[in-house]
């Protein structure tokens, strides 16, 4: 049975840091892409970071995260991560992780095309 449980989540104030982790089981890891997305009520589901497989040798972000934001992942754990940094109220929100089997390299943006999913951790940041 496949299982993606995040971490790390919580409330912060603008301009902090926070580290959010996802545990993967069930599939072959390292033959998925990996993709943190965010949603706020009332909007869609939005691409945050994305990590190509299998180690993760591309990543992508959101325009929003660019220089904010790093996706990182470890096979050997069954782990990918998003290190957040200098937060803001926009960041806010519940993040999701997610696995895509992808191409090789490649990193996609549309939550359609991912086939596995979290439950989300709520990530509140306040000014």
């Known amino acids: 049975q496949v299982h993606l449980v995040e971490s790390g989540g919580g409330p912060v104030q603008a301009g902090g840091s926070l580290r959010l982790s996802c545990v993967a089981s069930?599939?072959?890891?390292?033959?998925?892409?990996l993709g943190w997305f965010r949603q706020t009520p009332g909007k869609e589901r939005e691409f945050v970071a994305g990590i190509s497989r299998p180690n993760g040798v591309k990543t992508g972000y959101a325009d929003s995260v660019k220089g904010r934001f790093t996706i990182s992942r470890d096979n050997a754990k069954n782990m990918v991560y998003l290190e957040m940094n200098s937060l803001s109220p926009e960041d806010t929100g519940i993040y999701f992780c997610?696995?895509?089997?992808?191409?090789?390299?490649?990193?996609?943006?549309?939550?359609?095309?991912?086939?596995?999913w979290g439950q989300g951790t709520q990530v509140t940041i306040s000014s």
């Open positions: 069930g599939f072959t890891f390292n033959r998925y892409a």
């Open positions: 997610a696995a895509d089997r992808t191409v090789v390299g490649g990193i996609d943006q549309s939550p359609a095309q991912y086939e596995y």
